[in-house]
């Protein structure tokens, strides 16, 4: 059997420093028996600067050889100027076009060792374990007509409008409801679909097919939620969720704020799939520039995108959980980076904490939570 291939996708920032413990810790799988070939690729601001583009073509060639790519950070307000498909955010779009991802699966969890961490009350957070699946295609940020022009007519007729076209074909909110619905029926049976079927067609017509799909999952417990209720029920009570399915703008916005639970954008990771097992895999925090290079970030949610990566592409959910028993076991002996750091813990860098990882991964280590 041909060695499974990893494109690894390192961007500027943080990138790079985060996507090195991430290949740290897949090295010391290799006495578990997995062997991955891997290959470099340039994108975003970096690729921008060697190659003229923020996705070079050498970049497309090599996803498209691989069977899963490991992407780390990209964008850099340098290349703000530009227009806006020449920045380093366009390989973010363009490799889920070229890849056809179109579910973004973000898994909040609070563990115990960390629910302090959050911004929120500790008896608000505890128990928190999330799932966010987000559709990735479609909706506005892919509808046509879109763009800027002289408007021709209402009340500003002749000044410059922007416009974008929301939109969403039934057989589009079919296989994102699907997928969330299996989800839900493997985790705790229980859905909310968010919308804002109260002011958008869009949202009329998901609703309905979300609705109609509900029917052979008899066994799920399916809500609809407005959007803006959603956000707040996510801060007011987020333990109560299971899965959350939105479309790719409010699934935008509720991943984020639902990874902000935990207190720091750099412990969960997002995993980014299509129709084949060819997955994208990623930390989907920031470049965070302004710390890069200086060993401080925090590369568990990179490390985490590997785990989702073992277990949705590579077929190797055995790999992805001794991944997470080990960032766990290195988080419950204290160790943190700044950005999740308490008083009486031990700081290490980055460094170091990948080091951590990769040793307690590479020693098999079991470790229950209590
Ligand atoms: C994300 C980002 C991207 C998005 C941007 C950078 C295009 O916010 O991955 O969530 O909006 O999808
Ligand atoms: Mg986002």
């Not at 506005?140 to 800027?148: A, C, D, E, H, M």
């Not at 031990?346 to 939570?369: C, H, K, P, Q």
């Amino acid at each position: 059997m041909p060695a499974f291939r990893i494109a690894m996708l390192p961007g500027e920032g943080v990138g790079p420093e985060i996507i090195a413990q991430a290949r740290k810790v897949l090295e010391a799988l290799k006495p578990l028996g997995f062997h991955a070939e891997v290959e470099d690729g340039a994108v975003g601001g970096v690729a921008c600067e060697s190659h003229g583009s923020p996705l070079p073509a050498e970049t497309l060639s090599l996803v498209q050889r691989a069977d899963a790519v490991l992407f780390g950070t990209v964008g850099d307000p340098r290349f703000d100027h530009l227009e806006r498909a020449a920045r380093p955010e366009r390989a973010l779009l363009g490799l889920r076009r070229e890849l056809g991802l179109f579910a973004c699966l973000k898994e909040v969890v609070v563990p115990p060792d960390l629910v302090r961490l959050s911004p929120l009350r500790s008896e608000r957070v505890a128990g928190t374990d999330l799932l966010v699946v987000r559709e990735l295609s479609g909706d506005v940020y892919t509808g046509l007509p879109r763009g800027q022009r002289c408007a021709p007519d209402g009340d500003f007729e002749g000044q410059r409008e922007g416009f974008d076209t929301m939109r969403y074909a039934e057989d589009e909110v079919r296989r994102i409801a699907g997928i969330a619905f299996e989800m839900a029926r493997a985790r705790r049976g229980k859905l909310a679909s968010v919308d804002k079927a109260n002011v958008l067609e869009t949202s009329g017509l998901w609703r309905s097919v979300v609705s109609e799909l509900a029917a052979q999952y008899p066994d799920v417990e399916l809500t609809h939620l407005y959007a803006d209720n959603a956000l707040m029920q996510l801060i007011g009570h987020p333990a109560s969720f299971d899965v959350i399915v939105a479309g790719n703008l409010f699934g935008d916005l509720l991943s984020d704020a639902a990874s902000a639970l935990t207190g720091s954008i750099g412990l969960s990771a997002s995993a980014l799939l299509g129709e084949s097992a060819k997955g994208m895999f990623e930390a989907g925090h920031g470049t965070a520039l302004d710390i890069a290079g200086q060993d401080i970030a925090n590369p568990i949610a990179c490390i985490r995108a590997l785990g989702l990566l073992l277990r949705h592409s590579a077929r190797r959910p055995d790999l992805s959980a001794v991944i997470e028993v080990a960032i766990r076991s290195v988080l419950h002996q204290g160790y943190r980076t700044v950005d999740i750091r308490r008083s009486s813990t031990r700081l290490v860098g980055t460094e170091r904490m990948g080091d951590l990882i990769a040793d307690a991964a590479r020693s098999g280590s079991t470790f229950t939570e209590h």
